[in-house]
């Protein structure tokens, strides 16, 4: 059974930094590209960043252009898990943030980040 665990949600001020994981399982997680979503009140989930399965030659990131060069997304396959730095935190990054693979699992249950002051 599949199963995605997101956390290290919080509140946070304005400009602040926190770090998201996911944990996966259920699935071989190596070779899936994992991406990071986030869905504000109110709003659709959208697409925040996402990270290919490693290669010989690495792997390759893509962000939302909301979120470039404030975020980054890592992997850990040791560990099946999938990172996303959060770094200079706006008030519009305010969403509860979900993990998944390219196959598109059932969704976890979310980690909420609440920027404020």
């Known amino acids: 059974q599949v199963q995605l665990v997101e956390s290290g949600g919080g509140l946070v001020q304005p400009g602040g930094s926190l770090r998201l994981s996911c944990v996966a399982s259920?699935?071989?997680?190596?070779?899936?590209?994992m991406s990071w979503y986030r869905q504000a009140p109110g709003k659709e989930r959208e697409l925040v960043a996402s990270?290919?399965?490693?290669?010989?030659?690495?792997?390759?990131?893509n962000y939302a252009d909301s979120v470039k060069g404030r975020f980054t997304i890592s992997r850990d396959n040791a560990k099946n898990t999938v990172y996303l730095q959060m770094n200079s935190l706006k008030p519009e990054d305010t969403a509860v943030y979900y993990c998944n693979s390219d196959r598109m699992y059932a969704w976890g249950q979310g980690t909420l980040v609440t920027v404020s002051s």
């Open positions: 990270i290919t399965k490693i290669t010989s030659t690495g792997s390759r990131r």
């Open positions: 259920g699935f071989t997680f190596s070779s899936s590209a």
